[in-house]
Every structure is written in structure tokens, then in C-alpha cells.
T-cell receptor, first 114, second 110 residues
């Protein structure tokens, strides 16, 4: 069974540009999460989807970040326009149920904004 | 607000030694606590998940304990091996969100 996959693995963009990150969860997992780790800090929650609905987006830093999960399968996280402080590693995770079950993480996308 | 702390930030031990990694959290109202391993450039691999009603979980040479009242969890690694070298992260589920510690970077010296 394939695990959580993320694309691209690494992205380097200039300040002001747009970047879209993609996450494909484990098949059958209704719950999808986005996290971010900036340099030297802990991994922080961004948002949580249950199928195609946003269950909790309290961790989204500002309105430059837009997450979608059309059809309840893969998800995209768009950053527009990107700022220097957006640099970091963006992780996606999925789980079968919301709580009580393990979250399975993807390898992450390293975003560098120059 | 839940805060998760891991001590030490880095640890270096000779091969074969038993070791303990510590994780503390400020709000005891957690649903569960999960330990992860992260290798350089890779994602997070789940090691052990402890539900709030449990005291410990074991998998092979790994044993994780949970003491909610004191806000602590420990990950015990027996007979450490060079392949155990990685960053170990704990994460507490609190109000349907995951709160991560900053991790402990472990190096096992052959």
C-alpha cells in the first residue's frame, strides 16, 4: 500500500511568486492534515480536512495560504504571494479517523523563498 | 495553549547503551501521544501511539510510557544501534490538534 506522497520534494521560488504544494493521502483516509516546520522551530499544525471539508484551519498563518481538497482525495496548499518567512518544510499527514488513530506522514516539501 | 518540550535536544551514546528520551506537555488533557522518528530528508515514521487511558506501549526494543498527571512521556530504547540514529519527535493530541516537540537528535556511535 502506498504511503502519503507529496510533490514537489523541494521548491525554490522568489519572493512574490506563487507555489502550489500537493499531497496524496493514503487511499481511504478521510482525514488529511497539513503541518509546517520553519527553521529551528517545532512542527506546527496548519489545517485539517475531513473528506473535502475544512474541519479546522486555525493554524493557517494568513490569507496568503489557501488549501483545497476537491473531491476528498488529494489536497493542494497554495502560497500566494510567497514571503521569505514562508520558507520551511511542509508536511502532509493522513489518518483513517480523526482521533485515536495514527497519523501517517509524507516526506515533506522543502520550500525555499529567496 | 498546549506546549510540548523535549529534552535533551541532542544525545550521543555508544552502541549497545540503553537510553531514555523525554517529552513533557503543559496541558494534561491530551487524547493520545505519539512518538515519531525522522531521518534526514525524510518524513516522519510513527513509532508508538499511546492512548490517554494507557500507561505504556512496547514495540521491539522501544518502550514508551505516559504519565498524564505529571505531563510526561518517555521513550526508552534498549540496546541502541547505529541505525537508531535519527531525530525523535513526540506529539500530543490536544483538542483535535497535534502539538509537536522540537525533537531530540540521537547519534549512536559504533
Amino acid at each position: 500500500e502506498a504511503g502519503v506522497t507529496q510533490f514537489p520534494s523541494h521548491s525554490v521560488i522568489e519572493k512574490g511568486q506563487t507555489v502550489t504544494l500537493r499531497c496524496d493521502p493514503i487511499s481511504g483516509h478521510d482525514n488529511l492534515y497539513w503541518y509546517r516546520r520553519v527553521m529551528g522551530k517545532e512542527i506546527k499544525f496548519l489545517l485539517h480536512f475531513v473528506k473535502e471539508s475544512k474541519q479546522d484551519e486555525s493554524g493557517m498563518p494568513n490569507n496568503r495560504f489557501l488549501a483545497e481538497r476537491t473531491g476528498g482525495t488529494y489536497s493542494t496548499l497554495k502560497v500566494q504571494p510567497a514571503e521569505l518567512e514562508d520558507s520551511g518544510v511542509y508536511f502532509c499527514a493522513s489518518s483513517q479517523t480523526q482521533v485515536g488513530y495514527e497519523q501517517y506522514f509524507g516526506p515533506g516539501t522543502r520550500l525555499t523563498v529567496t | 495553549k498546549q506546549e510540548v518540550t523535549q529534552i535533551p535536544a541532542a544525545l550521543s551514546v555508544p552502541e549497545g547503551e540503553n537510553l531514555v528520551l523525554n517529552c513533557s506537555f503543559t496541558d494534561s488533557a491530551i487524547y493520545n501521544l505519539q512518538w515519531f522518528r525522522q531521518d534526514p530528508g525524510k518524513g516522519l515514521t510513527s513509532l508508538l501511539l499511546i492512548q490517554s487511558s494507557q500507561r505504556e506501549q512496547t514495540s521491539g526494543r522501544l518502550n514508551a510510557s505516559l504519565d498524564k498527571s505529571s505531563g510526561r512521556s518517555t521513550l526508552y530504547i534498549a540496546a541502541s544501534q547505529p541505525g537508531d540514529s535519527a531525530t525523535y519527535l513526540c506529539a500530543a493530541t490536544h483538542r483535535n490538534q497535534f502539538y509537536f516537540g522540537t525533537g531530540t537528535s540521537l547519534t549512536v556511535i559504533p
